[in-house]
């Protein structure tokens, strides 16, 4: 893939919202379904009940510790989600984010290392799921990584509006994520226009009075070594 933005290293990339991309390139080191659960086994972050498990204080990946950035996203998922997306158009496509909420020295961070879909209504001016795609999507989760306290947790929504110029929010986009099941404090609500190359970060925000919001964060690309 091509990248817009500061390269950090070989293997981690910044972007600040905007994201050049291939879609029908392959990725290079792509993961195998094996390597894949063999990758997410190492993760020793145990998700607590509220996200963030009680011993990732200190145990960030090296790599990543040069700075801490609000999202990490591994490689496989943009292309698997951009793809998705094109092959939606002209219609909105809908996918959830599987990851950790974590803490590296007092700063919070997502993890996103998976994610699914399932039947949803799809248009060109919205996309949900529907109660028949909700249980889908819950028995893939489970099917997939069983009982296990590490398993990746639901962290978020992609979303897409193929429109060709950089997304925004529509109020049903604002009504979906900011309220339950998808609002808890850190999710994370990616926006994507698969014409336009925009793949754009947002975390769910609270202010003094509870009151949350969406704010578009940096999020950075990560491979596994």
Known sequence: ???????????????????????????ENELTRGEEKKSLQKEKEATAKNGIPADSQNNLDPQLAEEVYPVYILKRVIYETVHMCHKAMPKEAIGILLGYKLIYEGKKYVKIVDWVTA????????????????????????????????????????????????????????????????????????????????????????????????EEVDWVEYEPR
């Not at 290293?9 to 905007?18: C, E, L, Q, T, V």
């Not at 999507?137 to 978020?156: A, C, F, M, T, W």
């Not at 850190?186 to 609270?206: A, E, Q, R, T, W």
């Open 1 to 27: 893939m091509n990248h817009s933005g500061k390269e950090k290293n070989d293997a981690i990339h910044m972007n600040s919202g905007k994201k050049s991309f291939s879609p029908l390139k392959e990725p």
């Open 119 to 214: 039947e949803a209504e799809q248009s060109q001016t919205h996309a949900r799921f529907t109660p028949k795609g909700v249980q889908q999507y819950n028995l893939l989760i489970d099917e997939k990584y069983g009982g296990s306290e590490e398993r990746p947790r639901i962290v978020g929504i992609i979303h897409s509006h193929p429109f060709g110029s950089e997304p925004h929010f529509s109020a049903t986009d604002y009504h979906t994520f900011l309220n339950v099941p998808y609002d808890a404090e850190h999710n994370v609500f990616i926006l994507v226009d698969p014409k336009s190359g925009y793949y754009k970060s947002f975390i769910v925000v609270s202010n003094d009075n509870g009151q949350k919001s969406l």
